[in-house]
């Protein structure tokens, strides 16, 4: 079973930065690949970014691409999303989760699914 817990979260104006950390319970095949996800009220959920662990290949969804990046401290079992040039659209609860499959966590399915922290980014 592996625990995920999310932290940096915040409120914060329109072109301002946040670090989001997500630390995992154990770092195994089970998280073997790791992403970040949001959701807001009304809409489904969004796939943001993806990790492979194993030699760190990154994976953007669309809306974020240029602007956030994913990354990993192996050591901590640690996953990190930096955000950069925040956008109101980009308020919502952002998840960390973890899997086996990178092709799942993709199309938005994963193993494991941590609490969520909440991004409010204002105009």
């Known amino acids: 079973q592996v625990q995920l817990a999310e932290s940096g979260g915040g409120s914060v104006q329109a072109g301002g930065s946040l670090r989001l950390s997500c630390v995992t319970s154990?770092?195994?095949?089970?998280?073997?690949?790791m992403g970040w996800f949001r959701q807001t009220p009304g809409k489904e959920r969004e796939w943001v970014a993806a990790?492979?662990?194993?030699?760190?290949?990154?994976y953007y969804g669309n809306s974020v691409k240029g602007r956030f990046t994913i990354s990993q401290d192996i050591a901590k079992n640690t996953v990190y999303l930096q955000m950069n040039s925040l956008e109101p659209e980009d308020t919502a609860v952002y998840y960390c989760?973890?899997?086996?499959?990178?092709?799942?966590?993709?199309?938005?399915?994963?193993?494991?699914w941590g609490q969520g922290t909440e991004v409010n980014v204002s105009s």
């Open positions: 989760a973890a899997g086996v499959s990178l092709a799942r966590l993709l199309n938005g399915d994963a193993d494991y």
């Open positions: 154990e770092y195994t095949a089970i998280s073997a690949c």
């Open positions: 990790i492979y662990r194993h030699g760190g290949s990154r």
